[in-house]
């Protein structure tokens, strides 16, 4: 089989297992639209077992890249001909790029990460940041913070030397102090109590567990904290509800989503996507699928 052709559709998509739940379809495609681009984005289910087949098969079926979700991002390392540096350093790759039939793979979740504090108009250069968690949601928004010069990190998880491989990855990268903190509530109220910036890097929240109670209850939460919920969905969990309701600011992880599909946007196509269109329909997919957040 040969690449497409010109004329042809363009072919984009995201491999995950599962990967039917995903927004990246209506936000793309929208954007596509917007632009008047003859390009299309589909969803793969694709099994850890086939993904360096499913990699490799990308020049061969015509496809210009694709995104990774769960469980691909780590694994996709060893199948690339290049990856940049910060997909590197975090150890996943979100995006991939396919050029002449070699594979180049990138992470653009950090760096959307930043796009949307500056979207807020929030610096967190001299920030006190907290993050709650210690996957790899939060090893991406652990390097991005070690980047903008944040006056302390501690990274708060429940399995403590996950959380210390993350402040030693950036430890020589950050300004301030980083440290890695056992999830008791004590310790939790604590170094709550200091925080400027607290991101919710756990899956706490997220559709269909939406009715538990958030990660940290918002009474711990300090007066002037920005709050950040990586939850995309729903679009307001209970965290960023609770937290808002105390006159706080706060904002959940749908614009992160546009974001950072906004940059694998432009690494495929070399535009720039109408970031509120992909928002708008990322909203429209979330209601579609399941009943209002506030019924979750």
């Not at 079926?61 to 979700?69: A, K, P």
Request: charged share 20%; with cysteine.
């Amino acid at each position: 089989m040969k690449p497409a052709t010109a004329g042809a559709t363009i072919l984009v998509g995201v491999f995950g297992d599962p990967v039917a739940h995903s927004v990246s379809p209506a936000m793309h495609n929208r954007a596509f639209e917007a632009l008047g681009l003859d390009w299309c984005y589909l969803p793969f289910h694709v099994s850890p077992a086939d993904l360096g087949v499913a990699l490799r098969a990308l020049p061969v079926l015509g496809l210009r890249g694709v995104n990774l979700t769960i469980p691909h991002k780590e694994a996709a390392l060893a199948h690339l001909d290049s990856v940049e540096e910060t997909a590197r350093l975090i150890g996943a790759v979100n995006t991939v790029v396919q050029e002449k039939g070699r594979l180049a793979g990138y992470n653009t979740d950090a760096a959307g990460f930043l796009d949307t504090l500056d979207e807020a108009g929030f610096d967190p250069g001299g920030a006190r940041a907290v993050l709650l968690g210690a996957g790899g949601a939060a090893r991406a928004v652990a390097v991005a913070l070690a980047g903008r010069d944040v006056a302390a990190l501690t990274i708060i998880g429940r399995t403590p030397a996950r959380g210390e491989a993350i402040a030693e990855l950036v430890r020589r990268r950050c300004r301030g102090p980083v440290t890695a903190v056992a999830w008791t509530p004590a310790a939790v109220r604590q170094e709550l109590a200091g925080a400027d910036l607290v991101v919710n890097a756990t899956p706490v929240g997220m559709y269909p567990r939406g009715a538990e109670p958030p990660p940290v209850p918002a009474r711990w939460l300090p007066e002037r904290v920005f709050v950040y919920d990586l939850v995309f969905n729903p679009p307001a969990t209970r965290l960023v509800r609770a937290a808002r309701r105390r006159g706080l600011r706060a904002m959940g992880g749908l614009r992160m989503l546009v974001c950072q599909g906004a940059r694998a946007f432009r690494l495929w196509t070399g535009r720039e996507p109408p970031r509120d269109l992909m928002e708008a329909a990322g909203r429209r997919a979330l209601r579609a699928r399941k009943p209002p957040a506030d019924t979750v």
